[in-house]
């Protein structure tokens, strides 16, 4: 179970990444200032979602013992 938590941990840090370079590619275009309010937004909810899926597969890898 642990490394599904790794996974999907893995794949939304991934996501926090994708979402940072858009909101910097933005920036650096002088985009719309609601985008980037709005890409700050998805950026730090993929990180609380982020930090709950490792610290869900710390706790299962703890569990079983490895």
């Known amino acids: 179970m642990s490394t599904v938590f ?3 941990a893995i794949l939304v840090m991934m996501a ?3 979402v940072l370079i858009r909101g ?3 920036l650096l ?3 719309s200032g609601n985008t980037s309010n709005k890409l700050m937004q998805a950026r730090v909810i993929l990180q609380a979602i982020a930090i709950v899926f490792v ?3 710390m706790y299962y ?5 490895g």
Do not use: E, Q, Y
């Open 29 to 31: 275009r002088g985009g």
């Open 16 to 18: 926090v990444v994708i």
């Open 24 to 26: 910097l590619m933005n």
């Open 55 to 57: 610290v869900l597969a």
């Open 6 to 8: 790794n996974i999907l």
């Open 61 to 65: 890898a703890k569990s079983r013992g």
